[in-house]
């Protein structure tokens, strides 16, 4: 299944706290993102909300679009088990946060 942001079930509320929030804040304070989450992540080497990004930010290249960009960070949560209704929101937060520092990267719902 790929990436639809419309599936995000992370409240307003939630995003614009994680939005305002700083770069070092915990993994755990991304909408989304669960211990359970948390430790697959831990096991990759990921321990940082700046780590996160750059993971999906590696997925991003010249010849390819925000969908397909979306999708692989779709398939990257998926291959470390985060649960199925809660990556659309993780990528939704993440591409609007990321969107903050670099406009035009991300369009948000």
């Known amino acids: 299944m790929p990436f639809d942001r419309a599936k995000s079930q992370i409240s307003e509320n939630k995003k614009v706290a994680f939005l305002k ?58 291959q470390i088990g985060c649960p199925g209704g809660h990556k659309a929101g993780v990528i939704d937060c993440l591409g609007e946060k990321l969107s903050l520092a670099f406009p035009a990267i991300y369009t948000p719902q």
């Open 21 to 78: 929030a700083p770069w070092d804040s915990p993994l755990v304070d991304v909408p989304g993102i669960g211990p359970a989450t948390a430790k697959a992540l831990k096991e990759k080497g990921i321990t940082t909300l700046y780590q996160l990004a750059g993971v999906f930010l590696t997925f991003k290249a010249a010849d390819v679009d925000e969908d397909e960009w979306c999708n692989r960070m779709w398939e990257y949560l998926t």
